[in-house]
């Protein structure tokens, strides 16, 4: 099984201020990662994913995350923040090969919020 | 290429009535996953469908809900005898694949209010 922890619920930031979001994962066998951000009353969008390869991942928006399989986590930085990056952001895992499929198992969500 | 689509955006019922949740994958995709996300949480896998199967259910209540994905038509998660932890937001997700590696593309997602 896995499990996904995103260490801060709420991330308060100013306008191009850079800006961290921090996930955390536990698995038993490895894993696939993502990050998801979700604007008011939409569906998820996929920021971008990590499946093999250079730990450094960059994804749309100007988001990126880098993969630290020691420290089992997958934190979503971007250097300068603007107001419509204001939205709720998920990581999430799903497990590699196995019965799992795809389904995915996702933390509780950070909201960022960038003020002017 | 249009999105998946789910309908209704939004659904009120009473405690006891029926719920039924439409979704309609992308275009060429066969793979549908459907989550719930609670207030004040995150998502949680409830069930991954293929065309007329039902592959993994095992985040899905035992009782009171189903769901299928036909030959034709839409992906449907039904709710019987709804109660007020039922609402919640309901979103779909489609993949080209089952593999994990597999992008999944939600949709704008069902938010049920139980009164």
């Known amino acids: 099984a896995q499990s996904v922890t995103q260490l801060d619920s709420q991330v308060p930031v100013f306008e191009e201020a850079p800006v961290e979001l921090r996930c955390n994962y536990s698995?038993?066998?490895?894993?696939?990662l993502f990050w998801y951000v979700q604007y008011p009353n939409q569906g998820l969008q996929l920021l971008l994913k990590?499946?093999?390869?250079?730990?450094l991942v960059k994804g749309i928006n100007g988001f990126e995350a880098e993969f630290n399989k020691s420290q089992t986590s997958f934190h979503l930085r971007k250097p300068s923040v603007h107001i419509s990056d204001t939205a709720e952001y998920f990581c999430?895992?799903?497990?590699?090969?196995?019965?799992?499929?795809?389904?995915?198992?996702f933390g509780q969500g950070t909201i960022l919020t960038v003020h002017p | 290429n249009a999105g998946v689509m789910q309908n209704p955006r939004h659904l009120v019922r009473r405690r006891g009535q029926e719920a039924r949740l439409r979704c309609s994958p992308m275009?060429?995709?066969?793979?549908v996953y459907w989550y719930r996300q609670l207030p004040e949480e995150g998502l949680k896998f409830m069930v991954y469908?293929?065309?007329?199967?039902?592959?993994?259910e095992s985040g899905m209540p035992k009782e009171r809900f189903s769901a299928e994905f036909p030959k034709e038509g839409p992906s449907i998660l039904r709710i019987q005898q709804v109660v007020r932890g039922d609402s919640a937001a309901y979103f779909c997700?489609?993949?080209?694949?089952?593999?994990?590696?597999?992008?999944?593309?939600f949709g704008p997602g069902t938010r049920l209010t139980v009164l």
């Open positions: 997700a489609s993949s080209p694949g089952l593999a994990g590696s597999d992008t999944q593309y």
């Open positions: 698995s038993s066998v490895s894993v696939y």
């Open positions: 990590y499946l093999s390869g250079s730990t």
């Open positions: 999430a895992v799903s497990a590699y090969g196995g019965t799992s499929y795809g389904k995915l198992t």
């Open positions: 275009k060429g995709h066969s793979h």
């Open positions: 469908l293929q065309k007329e199967n039902i592959i993994d």
